[in-house]
């Protein structure tokens, strides 16, 4: 049973460029978390996804950053225009029901984003 | 909006020695998880704890929740190198199910 898969591991973009950054959950899961975490600091919560809808996305910047959970295929977090700021490891957490859990979010390896 | 706190931010044991990091939350928890994660890797939850004064152990690992739902504690006994990473606590406020809210982690560092 495949756990959460990010990808890609590492993503080098260039000021301004898209950053598309995708995240299948667990089979069975039906709810996506996004975290960013930054180096050497805890991980802030962007958004909370089920599919086809947002459920949470009070941590999401206004401007930039969206995300979406399609009724098929992985949930993809995009960041337009990226900046150097936005240089920082994204991680996706899946459980199997909403919020409140049992057993805790399974997290992906995460995505290792580095804008130049 | 929620806050959640750890110290020390960072430790650096000796093998063999023990450690304790401390969480606190400027809101009640409704429960606190916490996680491990290793240098380069992801986080990994290690246990949930949701009664009031609930105490859960894990071999060396030792869990607790205050009486009043707004702090917990993790005891490692004997540290040994694997112990290495940082652990985070996390929890849901009372009454929000949306956001699972993570400390600022303490580092552990253990030396041979």
């Known amino acids: 049973n495949a756990g959460v898969m990010q990808n890609p591991r590492h993503l080098v973009r260039r000021r301004g460029q898209e950053a598309r950054l995708r995240c299948s959950p667990m089979k069975g899961h039906s709810h996506v978390y996004w975290y960013r975490q930054l180096p050497e600091e805890g991980l802030k919560f962007m958004v909370y996804?089920?599919?086809?809808?947002?459920?949470?996305e009070s941590g999401m910047p206004k401007e930039r950053f969206s995300a979406e959970f399609p009724k098929e295929g992985p949930s993809i977090l995009r960041i337009q225009q990226v900046v150097r700021g936005d240089s920082a490891a994204y991680f996706c957490?899946?459980?199997?029901?909403?919020?409140?859990?049992?057993?805790?979010?399974?997290f992906g390896s995460g995505t290792r984003l580095t804008v130049v | 909006g929620q806050q959640v706190m750890q110290i020390p931010q960072y430790q650096h044991v000796q093998e063999g020695e023990d450690f304790t990091t401390y969480c606190n939350s400027s809101?009640?928890?409704?429960?606190i998880q916490w996680y491990k994660q290793r240098p380069g890797g992801h986080p990994v939850f290690l246990i949930q704890l949701v009664k009031s004064g609930e105490v859960k152990k894990q071999k060396r690992l030792t869990f607790q929740f205050g009486e009043a739902k707004k702090n917990s504690s993790l005891h490692i006994t004997a540290t040994q190198t694997t112990d290495v990473g940082t652990y985070f606590c996390a929890g849901f406020s009372s009454g929000s199910a949306r956001q699972l809210t993570f400390g600022s982690g303490t580092q552990l560092t253990v030396l041979p």
């Open positions: 957490a899946s459980s199997p029901q909403k919020g409140r859990t049992n057993y805790g979010y399974t």
């Open positions: 809101t009640t928890l409704s429960n």
């Open positions: 996804l089920q599919k086809e809808n947002i459920i949470d």
